[in-house]
């Protein structure tokens, strides 16, 4: 989604959608107000006593949230969120200068639904804040939930933080299973088949295009259909996993809509070709 489509998104919802950032920095916290103030609602706090003060007063469709704050820093106040039960389900994206892998990790890890690194551009925080406030503003009826059943997805990589943000970019749609050792996924594959997998190219003991061997060596599994995911797209990488096997490539790092369009594409044609 390119920042026009977000911005027109943004402004033409019929209800504003309700932002609390926290950051101890005043001139971070005008300038995201600032930025922000044509689409949302947005509730500066500049200490996590604050934020907790608001939370009393408004129910936010998402929280902001920086990591380097005197006495609770943004670790300490995303436990507190996820442990109040009132609260435990707004999602929470860090907005900060922590830009080492550790950081990220820990954000993720303690519950946070994305991580975005400042300095940012407006565009990209907008779509953040779309993906993960959409499935409450667009959830289907209790019951239509209940009696549809999801097409299954196993994403196979050796990072913890692309496996969370691969899950949380297509779990509106799928149901999604995360492995990050490569050598349990045919283990795995005699539990469930799953409808598709997203497979790694990189990855430590197997790498992607040894898995996609052993899967389509396996009679039971050789028709799921496989996208490999890859940061180094070069044309011969690329042409080897065609010829392996693998249904479709995806270079990282990924366009959430794009993920999802390939996903759905090669879904339907191997439920198509079942049929026929």
Do not use: W
């Not at 936010?60 to 435990?88: C, Q, W």
């Not at 749609?173 to 050792?181: A, C, D, M, P, R």
């Amino acid at each position: 989604m390119e920042g026009s489509e977000l911005v027109q998104t943004a402004e033409n919802d019929i209800e504003r959608l309700k932002i609390i950032y926290v950051d101890d920095v005043q001139c971070s916290l005008v300038s995201v107000k600032k930025r922000l103030k044509g689409y949302y609602e947005v509730y500066p706090a500049e200490s996590t006593l604050m934020l907790f003060k608001i939370l009393e007063k408004i129910r936010p469709h998402l929280i902001l949230l920086d990591v380097n704050m005197p006495g609770i820093d943004g670790y300490k106040t995303i436990k507190s969120i996820k442990a109040d039960e009132r609260f435990k389900d707004i999602p929470v994206v860090f907005l900060t200068s922590n830009s080492d892998k550790e950081s990220v990790i820990k954000g993720l890890s303690l519950g946070a639904v994305d991580y975005i690194i400042k300095p940012f551009i407006t565009a990209k925080l907008i779509e953040c804040i779309e993906k993960h406030t959409f499935s409450n503003r667009h959830q289907k009826p209790v019951q239509a939930m209940e009696s549809e059943s999801k097409p299954s997805v196993l994403v196979v990589d050796d990072v913890p933080s692309t496996l969370k943000a691969i899950e949380l970019a297509i779990n509106t749609n799928y149901e999604v299973y995360t492995l990050s050792k490569p050598e349990c996924v045919i283990d795995f594959l005699k539990e469930r088949k799953p409808d598709l997998i997203l497979l790694d190219y990189l990855m430590p003991v197997l790498n992607g295009f040894d898995l996609i061997l052993m899967i389509k060596a396996i009679s039971d599994f050789k028709n799921i259909p496989i996208i490999m995911l890859t940061s180094e797209g070069t044309l011969p990488q690329l042409n080897e996993a065609i010829s392996l096997g693998a249904a479709d490539f995806i270079v990282k790092p990924f366009k959430t809509i794009e993920l999802n369009e390939k996903i759905d594409k090669h879904i339907k044609l191997s439920m198509a070709n079942k049929i026929s």
